[in-house]
């Protein structure tokens, strides 16, 4: 699915007006209509709605809002906001609308004048301002957000379209915004939703489709992206009949150090259930019956270390050697132990096939920024936050932190993610795809160990670097919310994501066959 900037939703809206028999008035009943039907589903009747308008289009659905609760015999006034010395045209329409209808529900609230207490349990419907917000919010428009804020503990709040304030495209850090409890959104994500700095603003955000022109939204590229079931489906390729385990690949794991040999476990259960054909782990010496007992179905090399590995290197000892593995995970809790480093170092001399490099490897490219040119193209680095901040350095914001991510994939030709609610997965050509799967359940220690397997999994079975990402990155979101939905977000453990892999591949396998 495509995330539209705040200009191109603007362009899709003129061209559906343009080419089809809808009006821009139609549209914005549709849109309301939807709105409505949202609020009908999820508040009772006997609910007290508060709808504040501002005098654009986002003002112009609060006040269709409005009459069409009225209709379903809910009590909602709007209160309409003179932050501006003109109203949009729908908005003047559905006024006249409502004041044809029901002229005792408007209010209008003159620039600087107060705001009504909402009675108990009252729903606050912000359509303040929408995606045509043009500057940051100051001065009365400010603090009228401010005053709803402050009613956030005692009511909830719903944004139409997008939480007044908050910009689309650009980071609002450190700006008046709405605090949502829910944001009903029209046809698209916008990037602003998918930013870990605007979670208190936001709140869950329910996409309501409102039939915008399929032609436009086909021809239109666009940079940032979300992974949807059907592009997953098309990536998934089932397995033939008459494969046999040299069709999957043979990967190489690089993980585990004293104390840390669960990281190891996990990543190679997850590799294992993803489907490798052959996986060998290279552990240190402590871990060996670890491993042997936990995963049986691995092969494993011993290092000369009991509590580290340093001798991984003498797997790939020229480029000949490199064609054995299809392909090498390395990181998890492997430690950063000088001789750790060192045999990183020589690794990288000879084997040049994309690899998937995470935790204390990604540690070590970052106190070593000359080996991150050494990374083989095509390559998956997968940091958290912290990770990304150690690589690459800290940003001021989320918006410039994706620009970092993203310059780093496009320079290097690597496909790095950035781990979090939304995942966002950067790749050489400048895009930038967000993964909507998962859930704070998997905010526990091991969850990023599994997605390690899982990528490597793939990438030795011969996904593209770029598949690999999308689908591993998915199908790791897929696992935790069967996780959780099965043993709860507090109770599941990374290893509950390893077991309900195979649930996620079944559930691909049927929307294959629908
Ligand atoms: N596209 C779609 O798919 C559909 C879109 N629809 C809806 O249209 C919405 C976009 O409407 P829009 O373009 O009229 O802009 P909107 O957000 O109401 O704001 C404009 C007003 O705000 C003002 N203003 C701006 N910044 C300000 C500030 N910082 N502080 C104070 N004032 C500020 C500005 O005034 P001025 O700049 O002149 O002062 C003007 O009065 C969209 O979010 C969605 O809800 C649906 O109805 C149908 C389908
Ligand atoms: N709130 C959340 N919603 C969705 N996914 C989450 C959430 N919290 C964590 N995750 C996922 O769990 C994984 C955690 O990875 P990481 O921090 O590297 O864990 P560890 O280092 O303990 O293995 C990431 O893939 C991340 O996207
Ligand atoms: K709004």
Redesign the pocket.
Known sequence: MKIFTAQQ??E??AY?IRQTPIS?LD??E???IACTAWICRHYSEYTPVYVYC????????GL?ITRLLRNRGYDAHAYVLH??????A??TANRNALQQQYPSAIHDIPENGLLPQPDAQALIVD?????????????W?AAVIGQLNDLKAAHEVVA???PS?LQADASSLNTTVIRADHTLS??FYKLAFLLPENATFVGDICILP?D?SPDYIAQTPSRFHITDALQIKNIYRPRKPFSHKGTFGHALLIAGSEGKMGAAVLSAKACLRTGVGLLSCHIPGCGYDIIQISSPGAMCFIDEQKDHSSSFHTHIPNAEAAAKYKTIGIGPGLGTAAGTCWAFEKLLEHFHQPMVIDADALNILGSSPAMLDKIPPGSLLTPHPKEFERLFGKTANDVERLELLSANAVKRKLNILLKGRYTAMAFPDGSIWFNTTGNPGMATGGSGDVLTGILTSLLAQGYTPREAMLMGVWLHGLSGDHAAAERSEEAMIAEDIVEFLGKSFLELRRRLSC
């Open positions: 939703i603007r899709a809206d559906t821009s549209l914005m549709k849109a309301a501002g005098l654009g289009n986002n003002g112009g659905d269709a932050h501006s010395s003109k109203a949009s729908d908005h359509a303040i301002l929408g995606t045509g917000l043009s500057r940051p919010v100051e001065g428009t139409i379209d997008i304030g029209f046809e409102i915008l």
